[in-house]
Nanobody, 129 residues
Framework: VQLVESGGGYVQPGGSVRLSCAASGFTLEYRAIAWFRQAPGKEREAVSCISSRSSRFGGTYYADSVKGRFTLSRVDANSTGYLQMSSLQPGDTAVYYC????????????????????WGQGIQVTVSS
């Protein structure tokens, strides 16, 4: 049982990249999928989250810093979540982590990360010219 991230790497400012988060050994159908990131010397921050389609509250959420630039989607048939990142800036440089929990994102929780029980290994995204 694990989450496997892919798609990171180097990208120029203004460019785009898509991250994938694939579940191995279980289904994501009844689980929320979230992305967090951590830049050097900074605290981990929640980037985006999408609730399970079967959840009571539902919804897709974004940090203010990425609204309008990032899009999170899910394909339950292959238990994968996709984070499309566009108009990337050097400030987006970080290790990005995929995480999951049952049903809802709990986006407004004081420390949302504590609510997620399975994490990927992380993948580096570097935005630089």
């Amino acid at each position: 049982v694990q989450l496997v991230e892919s798609g990171g790497g180097y990208v120029q400012p203004g460019g785009s990249v898509r991250l994938s988060c694939a579940a191995s050994g279980f289904t994501l159908e009844y689980r929320a999928i979230a992305w967090f990131r951590q830049a050097p010397g900074k605290e981990r921050e929640a980037v985006s989250c999408i609730s399970s389609r079967s959840s009571r509250f539902g919804g897709t959420y974004y940090a203010d810093s990425v609204k309008g630039r990032f899009t999170l989607s899910r394909v339950d048939a292959n238990s994968t979540g996709y984070l499309q990142m566009s108009s990337l800036q050097p400030g987006d440089t970080a290790v990005y982590y995929c995480a999951t929990r049952t049903w809802d994102c709990t986006w407004t929780a004081e420390n949302i990360a504590h609510n997620f029980d399975l994490w990927g290994q992380g993948i580096q995204v570097t935005v630089s010219s």
